[in-house]
């Protein structure tokens, strides 16, 4: 069974840019969660998606935004990129509510 | 006060002792709690899932939950230097949101 797929591994943006990340959860799993990781504040939550439509959604400015598709598949965007913004973001599904999340390889984005 | 707060560490243990980490979380209502691993430069691995009070044992690792004092532990027995990682913890609150902790470096000294 694939993993959780997140493209692409690696990014650098430059300040005032955009930027679109994409996962592909495990076969089956329907909840999709995204998280930023820094080293000094660790993993901070974004958003969840179940069936297309956000769940819960974490302290981060509108400038970050997500969707998901009919096929779980899901992405999230950054615009007006910031500096702060350089983290590894990670990608998480799990197969249902009190299941842990499995996540992806994550991508890390630099912003120069 | 955070949702789920762990000891930071750095934790540093002998090969072949026992190494335990320890999370206390916020939110009573919580009832699904997990811990993971997470090697340097790579992303976190689920390693131990537990949902109701006492302990729950899987090969060397030891979950342990104790909801009225709001604490999960996770114990090591027989620590090997390939254990030394990042041990995060994290929760299912009542609203079906996970929350992780900051996590604790955990080194295991040949």
């Known amino acids: 069974k694939a993993g959780v797929t997140q493209t692409p591994r690696y990014l650098i943006k430059t300040r005032g840019q955009q930027v679109t990340l994409s996962c592909s959860p495990i076969?089956?799993?329907?909840?999709v969660s995204w998280y930023q990781q820094t080293p000094g504040q660790g993993l901070q939550f974004l958003f969840e998606y179940f069936s297309e439509t956000q769940r819960n959604k974490g302290n981060f400015p509108g400038r970050f935004s997500g969707r998901q598709f009919s096929n779980s598949r899901s992405e999230m965007n950054v615009s007006t990129l910031e500096l702060g913004d350089s983290a590894l973001y990670l990608c998480a599904s799990r197969q249902g509510v009190n299941y842990g999340y499995t996540f992806g390889s994550g991508t890390r984005l630099t912003v120069v | 006060q955070k949702e789920v707060e762990q000891n930071s560490g750095p934790l540093s243990v002998p090969e072949g002792a026992i190494a335990s980490l320890n999370c206390t979380y916020s939110?009573?209502?919580?009832?699904?709690f997990f811990w993971y691993r997470q090697y340097s430069g790579k992303s976190p691995e689920l390693i131990m899932s537990i949902y109701s009070n006492g302990d729950k044992e899987d090969g060397r690792f030891t979950a342990q939950l104790n909801k009225a004092s709001q604490y999960v532990s996770l114990l090591i027995r027989d620590s090997q230097p390939s254990d030394s990682a990042t041990y995060l913890c994290a929760v299912m609150n009542t609203g079906n949101q996970f929350y992780f902790g900051t996590g604790t470096s955990l080194t295991v000294i040949p």
């Open positions: 939110d009573r209502g919580s009832q699904s």
């Open positions: 076969s089956g799993h329907r909840s």
